[in-house]
């Protein structure tokens, strides 16, 4: 487990450039002579903005030895704009030549699950364990201003999850209300866990981090990548350091 380190930009497009050329360096390195690099992406302004970036500049990254991953869903149908899978699709997903069976989806509404988020949650969760039975190379988060992380709100169960790799969240503080959410044990098992935060908003939920406070509070605190974790902030985000 690794204490969070801050990356500070002066304005978000220097955040997602900075963010970009890493990732550049860690998937490459990742992948080495024969290797999958195994990634977990995020949505929101900052995560879909480095997606964009990616697409007009991904380095050496051989995208067809790339396995893709969501942090959280909403479960909502298939079709549905809001869900992650189908910005990050439209932003880098379906440009690079990324092979279907690399990429992970979490299960929607009215599919094979119908409407039990359960099921899709512990369908995502043997997909976790089949294809990166030892964790990620590189977990992606974006955060709100409350310090939500993936769909790990304050003060709800799942938060407090601390053994099953996936969860249902129902109820969610945002809509749409339900949810299919990695967990904080999965996060964790990822060689680096990388947060994209921008704006003001955001400037409390950042001191937050630096000051440890309890997950169950501000539940960005509670997530360390084994060998990195890096907060990357603009200005804004970062004024209350």
Not at 40 to 65: C, F, N, Q
Not at 76 to 96: I, K, M, Y
Not at 138 to 162: D, K, Q, R
Request: charged share 25%.
């Amino acid at each position: 487990m690794t204490d969070a380190q801050f990356s500070r930009h002066d304005d978000l497009g220097a955040l997602i450039e900075a963010a970009r050329a890493r990732f550049v360096e860690v998937v490459t390195a990742a992948q080495g002579d024969d290797d999958l690099a195994r990634v977990v992406l995020t949505g929101g302004g900052a995560g879909i903005g480095l997606l964009e970036a990616l697409r007009k500049d991904s380095g050496d990254i051989e995208w067809d030895r790339v396995l893709v991953f969501f942090g959280d869903e909403r479960f909502v149908p298939a079709d549905s704009p809001d869900r992650n899978v189908g910005q990050a699709r439209e932003a880098l997903l379906d440009h690079v030549g990324i092979p279907e069976s690399h990429i992970f989806e979490i299960a929607p509404s009215g599919g094979a699950y119908l409407e039990d988020p359960v099921c899709a949650a512990d369908a995502y969760a043997d997909i976790l364990e089949m294809h990166a039975p030892d964790g990620f190379d590189l977990h992606l988060l974006g955060m709100g201003g409350e310090g939500h992380v993936n769909s790990l709100f304050p003060h709800t169960p799942a938060i407090a999850e601390s053994e099953r790799l996936v969860v249902e969240v129902r109820d969610c503080p945002k809509p749409p209300p339900t949810r299919v959410s990695l967990t904080l044990p999965a996060v964790n098992t990822a060689e680096r866990v990388w947060l994209l935060v921008s704006g003001e908003g955001k400037a409390e939920a950042v001191k937050a981090i630096a000051d440890g406070e309890p997950a169950v509070e501000w539940p960005a605190t509670g997530v360390h990548g084994r060998a990195e974790t890096i907060v990357f902030v603009d200005e804004a985000a970062a004024s209350g350091l």
